[in-house]
């Protein structure tokens, strides 16, 4: 119970910041798509540094070659809807 009611408590920040985000996003609208770059290279960091030594571990491709054909993909559709 001690646990359940730690866990829930520390969920309490996400709706309380969700809110305050909602309302500042339309007051850094002109920031927006340098805070998404930000955001994207967060990401991309963590998959390049922690999934792809992972998938590197295998003796099987498959892993290396699913990011590759991912990033390709990505890139085609970027060309292509931009």
Known sequence: MKAFLIGGLSGIVEPIFGILTVLA???????????????AGAMFYVVVDELVPEAAKSNKKGGT????????????LDVALS
């Not at 996003?25 to 955001?39: D, E, I, N, R």
């Not at 699913?66 to 990033?71: P, R």
Request: glycine letters at 12%.
């Open 25 to 39: 996003a339309g007051q850094l609208t002109s920031f927006m798509p340098l805070l998404l770059s930000l955001a």
């Open 65 to 76: 070659w699913g990011l590759f054909l991912g990033f390709v993909i990505m890139m085609v």
